[in-house]
Every structure is written in structure tokens, then in C-alpha cells.
């Protein structure tokens, strides 16, 4: 039979019939015969041939010593030992098949499933099965080889077919490596920072997720999770598209019965895949398989390498993100043909007040400052022309003086610029530089502030860019800074049809490579949107892939659909390479959740929703909803069912006009049974952050039997009820709880359900109360309470992986984060959830985090949002920082800088207590 090059062996066994099939004949823990012996090197790989029972198919089979591949002529099914794992990887659960392939025919497409086949060893670490898709002999066929990589853990897929088939796409790993909910399976898509698919979410769907695509695989790669066993799915075209399924067993099915898979789609230039196993673990041990291979393809070029080209990039590190998004807002119709509308923002010397504000007001050290609209007709329009600057906003001179000024305050400087889209008023106009479809038909773009966009090919956009009035002319009057050109990381790679500039998706990535390259050339630094592996050595920023909107996905439905969690898989294998933040606007008062999740990654908040001209010279206009809401009232029963009652507030941002409080006593049904109205004691435009009573009422409830009332609260005025923060019942009405009389008691019984009030709910922290931003604008309190903590986090942190990520609660809740290793690495601990979660800190014992809690500890710098610190338990969550102003640890540090955010400003450290409204050094000998 022969000996292989690599050590193979070949051997044919011909086995008896038997009633066991699969992986349940012959011998050993998975029935297969062993084939090395223990101490064999992982490259050493065994092929094996068996006829099997039945129809005497063949199985054959490839083994190394950290996998077996086991194969089946008669219906291309397949199973694969997971040695290391302890598992079994299994082809389509539903059908017997390898796959499918969809073949174009008289122009019309015909879908054929792969399913019997000729298996023959093409190499002793190889196995190619040829499928008969065609119908003429000779040129109808299509082989899948499978080779057992070098590694001994993974096995590497391809594809090729006969000439005479015209194949459309390939479909792979046909809903194969499936797992159930009983399997604690999951799925890993890395959409933004990622997800993970649980197998147990009781959602039903197949849904897709094309390469590098808006919200497709941010990288190329797939996970999946099965009872502590990982596999790693990867690949390098952009032309695979990745589809997870998810089906729900028929009612009354035991667990195990709802399943979830993955596939690929691979079109004709894709024609290869990796499939690895890198052993037991989690999503932390697949995304750092996945490092290597990133590496491996060059994406994965740290902060020391681009730092050796350009020192001045570390000014990325801890750098909040600003974005004036429009100065100049033109908005035109459909056509760009008439001018519908014209809104000034921002002049020019108003925008370097607003980095002025931050920076002396503020006491922000580092901001990355964006100025979006800057250009000659304002935000997205007449792109590529975009100079000379908006004389709305005070033109070139203005601009210059502007761009010095914000410079000079210390910030980086980022212009938004756009060379993909172009409108039909533009000067440079022309349909030759348009992107052409199949059909020859123009590719059509947004409709946004300059009217519909027509999307620019990437080949003569570099063209465009490099226009001596273009990005030279720029650089001539703004210098050096970031600069970011918009879309060229996230509207997916594109296809052009015009002969005169052909485009493939490889083609296109290789043009927003050069694009980014020269203005990188040019300004010393760029960024985009979204951001893509692939751009990470030719970028220093990305904005969009840390959340969207204050959410975490563009589609806000999506972790719904998909039952979904995020996971930091983009943070796991790129964190060290490049400096990130989301996009869009979102509301500080409901942004709670949003910091955390940034705690999490380790990465500073973007502000893209900063108010308009200088905002914190004008008091803020009212909110829909006022930053108000009602707390449980304390009781205090003072004779048969008599009692006085001091009705309580959790005030945010104090409203601006008075109102009155109304108290309904109210059945089940909400039928208002006794009232309790009263006029604030101090009126509601004079209350302070924090929390507040409105008045201390005598209650008297008349005898008679056992009752229960509920209480509801509100705001009134004559113009009608307050809407609060909080669940009201549809009349603008707050449940805080219930009183139970039974005789002559009165009890009071809080409501489970209540949300939480402001000082632990969505706008934690855009409190100020006691605190160093609390005679600042509501806005700039959110401001400078995050920055305190995400700036210092990622300036620690931004050259240090990721190394670990780990839910503490079953409900996912609880969620933990490290930076580094050893004695220098930086835990995060954060909670999601409505529980109180207990930490540990050397220096503050225990550590209560009540919901959007959260502890920062790092050797020279910690933060918490917490309950208890150090033995002290506060009435209300306070947020404190420090940080060690020497080289030393905290615990021996000479000199440290406390920041008290807010609430209660006394603080123990080392032994020392310490009370504060804003800042401290505290000094030890």
C-alpha cells in the first residue's frame, strides 16, 4: 500500500455489514480505529479507505493527531473528531448532502444539491470528491478538495469545476457543524464589534451576512461554540457570504431540538476556506485563533509599527471624539437642481469657541475635533469639489484662523471630505467617473442634503482626491492632522461594469487601499467610516464600528431577530491596531447602557450630537420629557390608618417651569379612590439635581375593610400632565408601589416593576449633582463624567490587547473585560442588569455595583460607579476616578488625583478620608 510523503499511511479495510453506522462503527471512544500513536507530530496525517454496508459506498477518511475527517461516497455527508474539543462536528443535519451549487444556464439559474460522489486520495493529507452537476461526460463535474493542514488542526476547502460548467456560486459547509440548545451551542458573527448567536434564543431565521458589507463580516471569519468545543471558520475572497440558520423544534420537543448552523455561499473567484478547531474555550479562543491568521494575511499591524512611521498618531490614545457634523446644512431637492433650505450651524470662529469650550472649560486633554459641512456648499454637497471653504461660515480666512485655533488648544483637527459620491450640480459632473451597473445603467447612491448621490468608481476617485485643488489644496491651508474621507470603509465593496474602468471587489478594496494610503501621504493620518480589517494598515481611526446612533447596530432589530449578544470579537483581534468610536447622535439621558459597552472595548465615546452654535452660553430648551423621576415615598404610620407621607423625586436636570404634583390612590383598575394633590414646597424650577421632597401630607384613610390602593404620581399644569422617566400607565400617571391596609395597619409595598430612577437609570451619567460638572450644561456634564473615564481607560490601554471577555451571570448581565496581562493588566467589570452585582477591589473591599455599575481596576488608575467603596454605602450611586500622578501603583503612589463625578463626595483611600465637589491631589509621604 505504500507510505506517504508526509509519513501518510494508505490502507483499504473492507468491514463486515453491521447494523451501526457513522461514527458509531468500528472501535475507539468515536468508533474509528486509532491511526497514530500518541506522541505523533500534528502534521503527521493518516488517510484511510473503508467499504462500508449497504450499497458498499466508501468512506474515507483523513486524520491527524488533533482531528479526523471522515467522508461518504453516497451522499457526501460528512463528520469531523474534534480530539481536543471532545466533540463531533457534523455535516447537514436535515438532508444528507455536502452542499449545492447554483449553475447559470440559457441565462437562467438551476440550483443542484451535492450529494453522491467519487472519493479518491489527490495526496496523502487529501481527499477530492468529484460531483456530477453537468450533463455531458468530462465536463459536468465539480470537485471539493480537502487537505489537512499543517497545523494537524484545521483543514483547508476548495473548489474547482469541468470548463463547461458556468457555476453561479458554490454552497459550503451546507448547514453543517450545527448545534443545539442543549449543546450550549452559539454561532459568532462579527458584525461591528460581533455577536454571539445562542442556540437556545427560541428565534426561528435564516439571515445573511455578506463580506466587509454595511453589517455583514466586519472580518472574514465565523465561529461556532459547542459544549466548550470551538471551531473557527475563515476565509480571504470577498465573494463568500455567510448565512446562519435557525430552526425551533415542533412543540413539545425535548431541548436539544432547536438547532443553529452556519453555511457559506462562495462565488467563483471564491474558491477556498480554512475550517480550524483551536480546542476548548469560548469566543476569546476563536477570535484569538483568528489573530494568527490576520496576521498571517498582514492586517494585523500594530500601534508600535505606524507609531515608527508617525510619533504624532499617539495622540489618538484617550482622545474623545467631536464631531461638528454639519456647520453648514444646504439642503437641495431630488435633482440637486433647486436650494430647498440653508441652516448655518456653525461659523468657523464659533466652531473653535466649542474646542476652546472643551478645552478650558471643560479641562478635556485630548479630543479628536471633526468638522463636517466645512467645505464649499456645505455637508454632502457638490462632492468632489469642495473649496473654496463655505463662505456662510466665513470662507478661507475664517477657516485657516478656525483650524489654528483648535490646534493650538491642543486637539487633533479632522476634516470630513467624500470621494465616492457626486451630484448631478457639481462642477466636476460626469458620467464617465459614475460606476456603471450590469446593465450599463448609472449606480445610484443615497439621497441625502445634496440630493440623490450617483457613487464615484474608486479608480478615478484617487484620481479626483489627488487633484492639485483637492486634498494638496486642503493640506496647503489646514496642515497636518487626521483626515477622514466618509464611506470608504462602509458601503461594502463595489462592482463596476464600465469597460473604461472595470471593478472587481478585489479591485475596489485595492482602490480605498491607495485612496486611504495617499491621504494618509498627505495629512499624516486618516480615518473612514465604519472600518474594515482590511483597511487597518492603511488607517489610523475608524468611526461606526463601536455602535450606531447610541445603539449598538444600524439595524436596531437585529439582536432581537437574531436572539443575540454583542461580543468584543473585532476588539479580541484588532484592539492594539487602531483607534475607534461609533457614529451618529444619541441622547446622553438614555446613553447609560452605551457607556458601558464602551467601558467594555475599552474605547472612548464619540459626541456626533453636539448642540448648535455656543451652546452653553444658552440655557437648554425644555425636553419632551422632563429629566424627573418619582421614587417610592417613605411612610411613617402615626395612628390607625394614619400616617405622614414624604413624597419623593430623583431630579436629573431640574425643570424649567413649575408644575404641580398630583397623588391618585387608585384601584386595580386605575379608578382614582382618594387624591393627595399639593403644590411643591420648593417650587420645580428651583430644584436641585439629585434627590428631592415635594412635600410631607398627612395621609387619613377612612375605616372600613381591608383594601389596597395603588399609588400613582405625576407633574401637572394647567396645559397638562408631565411626561417623566418612567413606565406611566397611559395617562401620564407613575406607579411607585401600593399600600396594603389591613385594620388599623397601613403597609407600604414598593412596585418590583418600577424602573429605575435616574440616579441608577439610563442617564447616569449626565448627573452632576455635588459634583465637579454640576453648575455646567446638562450636555457638558455627559461630556466630562465619561471622558474622565474612557480617555484615561484607553490612553492605558490602546497598545494593549484584549486577553480576556467573560460574562459573570448567567444572564449575561454581568460582563468582564481585561486589557494585558499580569500586573499591569486592566480589569472592567460592568453591570447591565437590575441586580445588584458585589465586586472586589484591594483597596475598596467590596464594591456594590447597582445597575450601569461599573468598576475600573488598573494598577495606576481605577473608576467605579458604585453603591459602596472602602466600607462607605451611599444613598445614591457615586462616580469617583483616580489616578496615580507618578510611576508608582496606587496603593504606593505619593500622588493621586481624585475625580468625584457625582453624588456623595466623601471618599476613603488608604486609610484616609477625603471629601470633594470636584478634584483633589491627595498627597502621601
Known amino acids: 500500500?505504500?507510505?506517504?510523503?508526509?509519513?501518510?499511511?494508505?490502507?483499504?479495510?473492507?468491514?463486515?455489514?453491521?447494523?451501526?453506522?457513522?461514527?458509531?462503527?468500528?472501535?475507539?471512544?468515536?468508533?474509528?480505529?486509532?491511526?497514530?500513536?500518541?506522541?505523533?507530530?500534528?502534521?503527521?496525517?493518516?488517510?484511510?479507505?473503508?467499504?462500508?454496508?449497504?450499497?458498499?459506498?466508501?468512506?474515507?477518511?483523513?486524520?491527524?493527531?488533533?482531528?479526523?475527517?471522515?467522508w461518504t461516497e453516497d451522499t457526501g455527508a460528512y463528520a469531523i473528531e474534534d480530539k481536543e474539543g471532545g466533540t463531533v462536528w457534523r455535516s447537514n443535519a436535515r438532508?444528507?448532502?455536502?452542499?449545492?451549487?447554483?449553475?447559470?444556464?440559457g441565462g437562467q439559474l438551476e440550483r443542484r444539491p451535492l450529494a453522491a460522489c467519487r472519493l479518491a486520495f489527490t495526496g496523502d493529507d487529501t481527499l477530492t470528491a468529484s460531483f456530477r452537476v453537468g450533463e455531458a461526460p468530462g465536463t459536468g463535474d465539480l470537485r471539493v478538495t480537502v487537505r489537512a493542514g499543517r497545523d494537524g488542526r484545521s483543514l483547508d476547502w476548495s473548489w474547482a469545476a469541468d470548463p463547461g460548467l458556468s457555476v453561479e456560486s458554490v454552497r459550503l459547509l451546507d448547514d453543517a457543524l450545527w448545534v443545539t440548545d442543549a449543546e450550549q451551542g452559539a454561532v459568532l458573527v462579527p458584525v461591528r464589534?460581533?455577536?454571539?448567536?445562542?442556540?437556545?434564543?427560541?428565534?426561528?431565521?435564516?439571515?445573511?451576512?455578506?463580506?466587509?458589507?454595511?453589517?455583514?463580516?466586519?472580518?472574514?471569519?465565523?465561529?461556532?461554540?459547542?459544549?466548550g468545543a470551538t471551531a473557527l471558520i475563515s476565509w480571504s475572497?470577498?465573494?463568500?457570504?455567510?448565512?446562519?440558520?435557525?430552526?425551533?423544534?415542533?412543540?413539545?420537543?425535548?431541548?436539544?431540538?432547536?438547532?443553529?448552523?452556519?453555511?457559506?455561499?462562495l462565488r467563483p473567484s471564491a474558491r477556498s476556506f480554512r475550517l480550524a478547531f483551536p480546542g476548548r474555550g469560548d469566543h476569546v479562543t476563536v477570535a484569538q485563533a483568528y489573530r494568527d491568521v490576520a496576521r498571517e494575511r498582514g492586517w494585523r499591524v500594530t500601534w508600535h509599527d505606524k507609531l515608527r512611521d508617525n510619533p504624532d498618531r499617539a495622540r489618538l490614545f484617550g482622545a474623545t471624539n467631536f464631531k461638528l457634523w454639519t456647520l453648514l446644512a444646504r439642503r437641495m431637492n431630488e435633482e440637486s437642481s433647486q436650494e430647498e433650505s440653508v441652516r448655518v450651524n456653525w461659523t468657523f470662529d464659533e466652531a473653535a469657541q466649542v474646542a476652546e469650550h472643551l478645552r478650558h472649560d471643560l479641562q478635556l486633554d485630548r479630543v479628536l475635533f471633526g468638522l463636517g459641512g466645512w467645505i464649499h456648499r456645505g455637508y454632502d454637497n457638490q462632492h468632489p469639489d469642495i473649496l473654496p471653504t463655505a463662505p456662510e461660515c466665513g470662507g478661507d480666512a475664517a477657516f485657516v484662523d478656525c483650524v489654528q485655533r483648535i490646534k493650538r488648544a491642543g486637539y487633533l483637527v479632522s476634516l470630513h471630505d467624500n470621494y465616492q459620491d457626486i451630484y448631478r450640480d457639481s462642477p466636476s459632473w460626469d458620467e464617465r467617473l459614475i460606476m456603471k451597473q450590469r446593465d450599463g445603467k448609472l449606480a445610484v447612491g443615497g439621497r441625502w442634503l445634496g440630493g440623490r448621490a450617483y457613487l464615484i468608481c474608486s479608480q478615478p476617485a484617487l484620481a479626483l482626491a489627488k487633484r492639485p485643488e483637492n486634498l494638496p489644496a486642503v493640506h496647503r491651508l489646514a496642515?497636518?492632522?487626521?483626515?477622514?474621507?466618509?464611506?470608504?470603509?462602509?458601503?461594502?465593496?463595489?462592482?463596476?461594469?464600465?469597460?473604461?474602468?472595470?471593478?472587481?471587489?478585489?479591485?475596489?478594496?485595492?482602490?480605498?487601499?491607495?485612496?486611504?494610503?495617499?491621504?494618509?501621504?498627505?495629512?499624516?493620518?486618516?480615518?473612514?467610516?465604519c472600518g474594515r480589517e482590511w483597511a487597518i494598515p492603511h488607517a489610523d481611526f475608524f468611526e461606526g464600528l463601536a455602535g450606531v446612533s447610541g445603539g449598538y447596530f444600524h439595524d436596531a432589530g437585529l439582536l432581537e431577530k437574531l436572539g443575540g449578544v454583542v461580543v468584543p470579537l473585532f476588539e479580541l483581534v484588532y484592539r492594539d491596531c487602531i483607534a475607534l468610536y461609533g457614529k451618529y447622535g444619541y441622547d446622553p439621558n438614555r446613553a447609560a447602557a452605551y457607556v458601558l459597552h464602551h467601558l467594555v472595548i475599552g474605547r472612548p465615546l464619540h459626541h456626533h450630537n453636539v448642540p448648535s452654535h455656543l451652546y452653553w452660553r444658552t440655557p437648554p430648551a425644555a425636553p419632551g420629557v422632563l429629566a424627573v423621576a418619582p421614587l417610592?415615598?417613605?411612610?411613617?404610620?402615626?395612628?390607625?390608618?394614619?400616617?405622614?407621607?414624604?413624597?419623593?423625586?430623583?431630579?436629573?436636570?431640574?425643570?424649567?417651569?413649575d408644575w404641580r404634583v398630583f397623588v391618585h390612590l387608585t384601584d386595580d383598575e386605575g379608578k382614582i379612590l382618594r387624591q393627595a394633590d399639593h403644590a411643591p414646597q420648593t417650587?420645580?424650577?428651583?430644584?436641585?439635581?439629585?434627590?428631592?421632597?415635594?412635600?410631607?401630607?398627612?395621609?387619613?384613610?377612612?375605616?372600613?375593610?381591608?383594601?389596597?390602593?395603588?399609588?400613582?404620581?405625576?407633574?401637572?399644569?394647567?396645559?397638562?400632565?408631565?411626561?417623566?422617566?418612567?413606565?406611566?400607565?397611559?395617562?401620564?400617571?407613575?406607579?411607585?408601589?401600593?399600600?396594603?391596609?389591613?385594620?388599623?395597619?397601613?403597609?407600604?409595598?414598593?412596585?418590583?416593576?418600577?424602573?429605575?430612577?435616574?440616579?441608577?437609570?439610563?442617564?447616569?451619567f449626565a448627573r452632576g449633582d455635588h459634583g465637579w460638572a454640576e453648575n455646567l450644561h446638562p450636555y457638558d456634564r455627559f461630556v466630562k463624567n465619561t471622558h474622565e473615564v474612557l480617555s484615561p481607560l484607553h490612553r492605558l490601554t490602546a497598545q494593549t490587547p484584549m486577553t480576556r471577555h467573560r460574562?459573570?451571570?448567567?444572564?449575561?448581565?454581568?460582563?468582564?473585560?481585561?486589557?494585558?496581562?499580569?500586573?499591569?493588566?486592566?480589569?472592567?467589570?460592568?453591570?447591565?442588569?437590575?441586580?445588584?452585582?458585589?465586586?472586589?477591589?484591594?483597596?475598596?473591599?467590596?464594591v456594590a455595583l447597582p445597575q450601569f455599575g461599573f468598576l475600573v481596576a488598573g494598577p495606576r488608575f481605577l473608576a467605579f460607579h458604585a453603591s459602596t467603596w472602602d466600607g462607605v454605602s451611599y444613598p445614591q450611586p457615586v462616580l469617583f476616578t483616580l489616578r496615580a500622578e507618578d510611576d508608582l501603583p496606587l496603593a504606593q503612589s505619593r500622588a493621586v488625583r481624585v475625580f468625584h463625578g457625582f453624588g456623595d463626595g466623601e471618599l476613603r483611600f488608604r486609610g484616609r478620608s477625603v471629601a470633594t465637589n470636584n478634584e483633589v491631589i491627595l498627597a502621601f509621604d
Open 683 to 764: 417650587p420645580t424650577s428651583r430644584w436641585r439635581p439629585g434627590r428631592i421632597q415635594s412635600a410631607l401630607t398627612l395621609l387619613d384613610l377612612p375605616a372600613g375593610p381591608d383594601k389596597d390602593y395603588q399609588v400613582r404620581v405625576g407633574l401637572f399644569r394647567e396645559s397638562g400632565r408631565a411626561e417623566l422617566v418612567g413606565e406611566d400607565d397611559g395617562e401620564r400617571r407613575y406607579q411607585v408601589g401600593r399600600l396594603e391596609v389591613r385594620g388599623d395597619r397601613i403597609r407600604w409595598v414598593a412596585t418590583p416593576s418600577q424602573r429605575p430612577a435616574i440616579a441608577g437609570g439610563t442617564a447616569s
Open 632 to 657: 417610592p415615598p417613605e411612610l411613617d404610620q402615626i395612628g390607625p390608618r394614619t400616617a405622614l407621607v414624604s413624597w419623593l423625586w430623583d431630579i436629573q436636570r431640574p425643570p424649567a417651569e
Open 1 to 70: 500500500m505504500g507510505v506517504g510523503r508526509r509519513g501518510g499511511m494508505f490502507r483499504a479495510m473492507q468491514q463486515a455489514k453491521s447494523n451501526e453506522s457513522g461514527l458509531a462503527r468500528g472501535c475507539g471512544r468515536f468508533g474509528w480505529r486509532p491511526c497514530l500513536r500518541p506522541a505523533a507530530a500534528a502534521a503527521v496525517v493518516s488517510v484511510s479507505l473503508m467499504l462500508t454496508d449497504n450499497a458498499g459506498a466508501a468512506e474515507r477518511e483523513i486524520e491527524t493527531r488533533f482531528l479526523r475527517f471522515r
Open 807 to 846: 460574562f459573570l451571570t448567567a444572564d449575561r448581565a454581568v460582563q468582564e473585560s481585561m486589557f494585558g496581562e499580569g500586573e499591569d493588566a486592566v480589569t472592567v467589570t460592568v453591570n447591565f442588569g437590575g441586580s445588584v452585582h458585589h465586586a472586589r477591589h484591594p483597596l475598596g473591599g467590596d
Open 95 to 105: 438532508q444528507p448532502r455536502f452542499g449545492e451549487v447554483t449553475l447559470r444556464s
Open 193 to 227: 464589534e460581533g455577536i454571539l448567536i445562542p442556540a437556545d434564543s427560541g428565534r426561528a431565521f435564516t439571515h445573511s451576512f455578506d463580506t466587509y458589507a454595511y453589517e455583514g463580516c466586519h472580518l472574514a471569519m465565523l465561529g461556532v461554540l459547542k459544549q
Open 237 to 265: 475572497d470577498p465573494y463568500v457570504r455567510a448565512e446562519v440558520t435557525s430552526v425551533l423544534p415542533a412543540a413539545g420537543a425535548d431541548p436539544g431540538s432547536q438547532t443553529l448552523a452556519p453555511a457559506l455561499i
Open 479 to 529: 496642515g497636518d492632522g487626521p483626515y477622514f474621507i466618509d464611506t470608504t470603509y462602509a458601503s461594502g465593496l463595489q462592482e463596476c461594469f464600465d469597460p473604461q474602468h472595470p471593478l472587481t471587489r478585489q479591485d475596489d478594496l485595492r482602490w480605498k487601499q491607495e485612496l486611504s494610503d495617499y491621504a494618509r501621504s498627505v495629512f499624516g493620518m486618516f480615518g473612514s467610516e
